[in-house]
């Protein structure tokens, strides 16, 4: 997704929570100088996802129960939310790529880097502390924003890990896109919500963007949840 056809959504998520634009692209042009040498390309995530199917592992109560499914389908690619990543390691799942502000268990997020996790990192004005604390601990990484790009700093679209996912997976061209564990509600698979209320807002805002995004896709978008995404076929 271009950057001007995002923006018009961005400018509705800040108003909805509150975030700050300049926050959020003070954070963008840190992690930029913080990945200079480090850096990864794009081509990388075009090289992996490009004609081939892809399964979107979110952090949601049903990714534990689709597990045998995840396993089953060994050719799909799997990008995973952050969220997500400790569950599928205890499960013996490798991510393929992970999409992360840094909010998942850390030492999860490590041990995917280090088994060959393309390192997908969001910056954004609340995670400042989170990027100085893990980014010097990844090899290599690819950093993303939701306000203007930077250098080495991309914006495919998307607001929460799970549904950046999504996004990163159209604009590299997937052929078929499966959501899993993408249950959109206020709990996760494995770590304790703070603010379940606010946890389903956000969920609910990635959401509906995913709705809006069915609409342009290039992708078959198919969901392995219970609870139904319009333009997302049940995926049996």
Request: aromatic fraction near 8%; charge should be positive.
């Amino acid at each position: 997704m271009k950057f001007v056809d995002w923006f018009p959504y961005y400018q509705g998520i800040r108003a909805e929570f509150g975030y700050s634009t300049e926050k959020d692209q003070e954070a963008a042009r840190m992690l930029s100088g913080m990945i200079k040498r480090k850096a990864l390309e794009p081509k990388v995530l075009q090289k992996k996802i490009a004609g081939k199917n892809v399964l979107v592992l979110g952090a949601g109560p049903s990714l534990v129960e689709n597990t045998k499914m995840i396993k089953r389908n060994k050719t799909f690619v799997k990008i995973a939310a952050d969220g997500a990543v400790q569950a599928l390691l205890e499960n013996k799942i490798k991510p393929d790529i992970v999409v992360t502000d840094l909010d998942g268990d850390s030492a999860s997020l490590q041990k995917a880097a280090k088994s060959g996790a393309v390192m997908v990192v969001h910056a954004h004005g609340d995670n400042t502390d989170m990027l100085k604390k893990l980014v010097p601990k990844f090899k290599k990484v690819l950093g993303t924003t939701q306000v203007m790009p930077v250098e080495n700093v991309y914006n495919f679209g998307g607001f929460t890990d799970g549904d950046r996912c999504v996004f990163l997976a159209e604009e590299f061209g997937a052929k078929k896109i499966v959501m899993v564990g993408m249950d959109f509600g206020s709990t996760s698979a494995y770590k304790d919500v703070k603010d379940p209320e606010l946890k389903k807002r956000k969920m609910q805002a990635g959401k509906r963007l995913l709705e809006t995004l069915a609409k342009q896709s290039r992708s078959q978008l198919f969901h392995a949840s219970k609870k139904p995404v319009k333009g997302f076929s049940p995926y049996y």
